[in-house]
């Protein structure tokens, strides 16, 4: 099924699912003016090992016009978002020619969140994390000057007697052109379209360029200046050159060679999900964990405010102490009553505690002589008795004036 988006259309070729499992998706991003009897081959080569095929052709003018371009990748995500949804499974990017620049920067963008057209957070990490491989072959090319006017020609004007020269004054009016007008926008546009290539080193997944010394169409110094840029980057990338090929050629040269390559890319993108997927996991439980303990925690909280409160509203009960219950709560016979009166059994009961006195027995030892008995005329008397005598008299025949009298006379 064709369907159109703003841009340009897109369409899948599924493998037959009842022969075998499949294995993943390959987003085929096109080159302008593409045959489909070429594209076809590439098709029926990831069919047969495993893959089905999400097929994007761009229209002419997206590699000029990056509004277009913009709504071509918003509209492919969409359908890979719904088709990922119900079955995440790898996914590789394979871009051919000029299809790295008419919309697979935009897809980066727009999952990264740095384009104007933005996906919800949650489709873009569904997105992210099955992206495991990137291709490709006689890519990335950039659009301006002489080649950009190539692209931009129809392919039936490529194959006319003499195309070269005029390929060559056409390309020259076009570039003048566009510059003349785009001058300051095709600068950013090109700061962006390798800027964006660059950051897809941080999706995890391995990188197959292909490329030959004799395209001219991607240079192959252009080509092997970008797989070391993303090698110093961090990107893991296996980079195949040929001699004999021409642009988008090298499958139709190098069969064996080329079936090798993507055999090997497409199986290390098998395993680059599974690890995805498996730190997705382990991230979730922790997560999960990570939930859990802080709900033990926050009860915990929660139940030591609320004995700090009870025990703040025992506190202030009457005169702000704690009372334990007595025997006498256990007592049937005995009715309870009131504060008061039992305060007030308690102070008829208890003890009056012994007071020491100056003229006592024991004051007099203490405190010897040095107590006056009058003081200005003030007599004090005793009422107290010892051995039936008043205390007085008997305090002359007491033994304890003897003992008085020793200590005076030592003095």
Not at 289 to 304: F, G, K, P, S, T
């Amino acid at each position: 099924m064709l369907t159109n988006g703003g841009g340009g259309r897109f369409y899948w070729v599924r493998k037959d699912e009842s022969s075998s499992k499949v294995k993943g998706i390959v987003v085929i991003f096109a080159w302008v003016s593409v045959q489909e009897s070429h594209l076809k081959n590439y098709v029926n080569l990831y069919s047969s090992l495993g893959w089905n095929s999400l097929v994007c052709l761009s229209d002419f003018l997206n590699p000029f016009f990056p509004e277009r371009a913009t709504s071509l990748a918003f509209s492919l995500l969409n359908e890979l978002v719904e088709e990922l949804r119900s079955r995440p499974c790898p996914l590789v990017l394979a871009a051919y020619s000029g299809g790295s620049k008419a919309c697979l920067y935009k897809v980066f963008q727009i999952i990264e969140g740095a384009c104007e057209a933005q996906l919800n957070l949650d489709d873009r990490r569904l997105v992210t994390n099955c992206i495991s491989g990137q291709i490709y072959d006689s890519s990335p090319v950039d659009f301006t000057g002489d080649s950009g006017a190539r692209f931009s020609l129809h392919p039936t004007i490529l194959r006319m007697p003499g195309s070269a020269k005029l390929v060559s004054s056409v390309a020259k009016v076009v570039a003048s052109g566009l510059d003349a007008l785009f001058l300051t926008r095709f600068g950013s546009q090109h700061s962006e379209y390798w800027q964006a290539l660059y950051s897809s080193v941080s999706l995890g997944a391995p990188f197959l360029i292909l490329c030959s010394e004799n395209d001219d169409l991607a240079p192959v110094s252009t080509v092997c200046s970008f797989a070391q840029r993303l090698q110093d980057l961090g990107g893991h990338v296996k980079l195949v050159k040929w001699n004999g090929s021409s642009h988008v050629a090298h499958y139709k040269h190098y069969p064996i060679q080329y079936r090798a390559a993507m055999t090997d890319l497409l199986e290390q993108a098998i395993l680059v999900f599974s690890q995805k997927m498996k730190v997705l996991g382990e991230r979730t439980c922790m997560e999960g964990l990570h939930d859990e303990m802080c709900d033990l925690i926050c009860d915990l909280q929660n139940a030591a405010v609320d004995s700090n409160q009870s025990l703040r509203r025992v506190a202030q009960g009457p005169n702000d102490h704690f009372f334990l219950p007595s025997s006498a709560d256990h007592q049937n016979v005995r009715d309870s009553g009131s504060l008061q009166d039992d305060r007030k059994e308690r102070s008829t009961y208890s003890p009056n505690l012994p007071n020491i006195s100056a003229h006592s027995i024991l004051g007099e030892i203490l405190f010897d002589a040095c107590v006056p008995k009058n003081i200005e005329g003030w007599d004090i008397k005793f009422s107290g008795s010892l051995n039936g005598h008043p205390f007085a008299s008997a305090r002359k025949h007491s033994p304890l004036n003897a003992i008085k009298c020793i200590r005076r006379s030592r003095l």
